[in-house]
């Protein structure tokens, strides 16, 4: 009888794997902002898991010998090979391996997404029922929405400081447990994505509500990437609607805000975000609207390759992220990999990860990558390359199932 029960949790187990560890890598990411918050040594607790994790994922990739993960392992080693290349012809007057071994958790943030769907893939291939794998999957991504959402509303009206997104300040903004702001943008976007597909695909009162929720909370973050994202995807919308009326209220109400814009500036922003009032009145619009990223490109970027990059370092990039980034996302990716690099990371990752077809035939993955294009830390963090990853399950969920 033992046994039998012993053999039963297994299976159960087996079939909740992507979800157990889902929920695992959502949790490191907690644990790194309780221990950023009370400056605590916990967040090593976060790093030692996700070497453990990915250690994991190398052992079943190696035992199971999934054709296509290994298939994306190769492309692993190649851009870890573009990335010592880069490293080698550097000029920089910091020495070579000091480079290397400073910038390896960088290198590692931006193969984390290969990795984890060399797992994934791994993962559902040895399972007999992959439909039981992915639910548990889904059920993790969705209950992770609910508990974070819960605790950015609770945030929000107890004004608890923990789940701000930006601690002991003025500026509004909530994201739970989700340590970075930029990640918690990209997360909500998903989110959001999520559940519009869902809704257009099986359209329910179930699923209009999740996905209005998933605006709302998305406001509580209250970040110019989900701000310019829900413009996009409203547009989108109207125009997908064909309601020509709405479209032209939609449009007269955008120029009569871009015409007080400046006393919208003076009197709801400089009440509700003085930090951002501050930036538009002391260095202008560009410099507020993308938070002092456009002047990295001259003060880092620029002075950084005239000194330590040689024609060899276009072609496979040359950085020191632990010092300095613009984060603009395809401009990093340009600085880390360099040119030839980087148009490989973007071809593997649409051929292999997202797929050409899925990106062309869904219009709210195309409005993520222009936010993305404007942005950065996107590729390169681990937290949103997870949720992300559900999200490209789900959107292949048809094509695994049947694999």
Partial sequence: MQKNHIKTFKINISKSILGFLFIILYLTDAISKIGDFYQSNISYTAIIIKIVLQIVLFLKINKERNFEAIRILKIVSFLSIVFLLGQFFSNSEVPFLNRVFSNLKILNWYLSIFILYAGAI????????????????????????????????????????IFKAYYYSNRFGFNGLIRNATHASYICIIYIIYFYIS?????????????????????????????????????????????????????????????????FMNGFIKEHSYVLYDVYKKDGIITMLFSY??????????????????????IFG????????????????????????????????????????????????????????LAGSFFSSITTMTFFLALIVFLKKKSIISA
Avoid: C
């Fill in 318 to 373: 040359g950085a020191e992220f632990n010092l300095h980034r613009t984060e603009f996302e395809f401009l990093d990716l340009f600085w880390f990999f360099g040119i030839a690099g980087m148009m490989f990371y973007l071809y593997a990752f649409l051929k292999h990860i997202l797929n050409f077809k899925i990106f062309l035939t869904h219009i709210p993955i195309i409005l993520l990558f222009i936010i993305i294009f």
């Fill in 293 to 314: 990223r456009n002047e990295s490109i001259l003060k880092e970027f620029y002075p950084y390759i005239t000194q330590n990059w040689t024609t060899f370092n276009y």
């Fill in 199 to 263: 809704y257009k695909d099986k359209p329910s009162k179930t699923s209009g509500i999740l996905l209005l929720i998933s605006v709302f909370v998305s406001l509580l973050l209250g970040t110019k990437a989900v701000l310019l994202f829900l413009f996009l995807l409203s547009i989108y919308w109207l125009i997908s609607l064909r309601k020509y009326l709405l479209i032209i209220t939609f449009s007269s109400l955008l120029v009569i805000f871009i015409l007080f814009f400046d006393k």
């Fill in 122 to 161: 791994t993962f559902l291939s040895a399972n007999s029922n992959r439909k039981d794998e992915i639910k548990s999957l889904f059920l993790a991504f969705e209950w992770i929405f609910y508990f974070n959402s819960l605790l950015m509303l609770i945030g929000f009206f107890f004004d608890i400081e």
